[in-house]
């Protein structure tokens, strides 16, 4: 029964598809982002105002090495952790990773009315979102699996992960 860790950029579906995962699994579910904040007693907004990215980044792979040797978790990770190397590494090694892929324009569609993402809410264009995953891509490629989730719903989603659980022997029967 191995750890399912979920990637992918901001908006796309990780912490929904990550809740009725757990739910299926019976595994625990853990957002990496809500374990951040709840560390530093300060909103993500806040760590990126006060402490920059780095320092935002600082505290991911802190918290992450804390979840090492955890076991029954679906792990729910920021849009931007896997650009760190030691990250990726940590996840690896954690559990089955699988990145959720979305277009940008969907993206875009899903966050135009959000403005918790400090890396977004300077400049939430279609460009924007584009650079940056594009940027991403290599790191959000190394992944055990990738899943396009566009016009898919949660539950669909949540199915064919559970199918390429059973099929590399990451779980039993479900
Ligand atoms: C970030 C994504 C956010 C959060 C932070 C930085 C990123 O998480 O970790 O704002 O660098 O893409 P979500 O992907 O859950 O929105």
Not at 1 to 18: A, E, Y
Not at 24 to 30: A, K, M, P, S, V
Not at 57 to 64: D, M
Not at 81 to 107: C, Q, S, T, W
């Amino acid at each position: 029964m191995k750890n399912v860790i979920l990637t992918g950029f901001m908006g796309t579906g990780k912490s929904s598809v990550g809740k009725e995962l757990a739910l299926q699994l019976n595994y625990r579910y853990i957002d990496l982002d809500a374990l951040i904040v709840t560390d530093a007693g300060i909103s993500i907004n806040e760590v990126f105002a006060i402490e920059g990215e780095a320092g935002f980044r600082f505290r991911e792979s802190e918290i992450l090495s804390t979840l090492t040797g955890e076991t029954g978790i679906v792990l729910s990770t920021g849009g931007g952790a896997i650009i760190v190397d030691k990250n990726r590494e940590m996840l690896h090694e954690l559990g089955f990773v699988v990145n959720l892929v979305a277009p940008a324009e969907e993206i875009l569609r899903r966050l135009k009315h959000e403005n918790d993402r400090p890396l977004l809410n300077d400049n939430k264009s279609l460009e924007r979102i584009k650079t940056l995953i594009a940027s991403r891509e290599p790191f959000y490629a190394d992944a055990d699996v990738r899943i396009e989730t566009s016009g898919k719903c949660v539950t669909e989603i949540v199915d064919l992960i559970l199918i390429w659980l059973k099929k590399v022997g990451a779980i039993g029967q479900v």
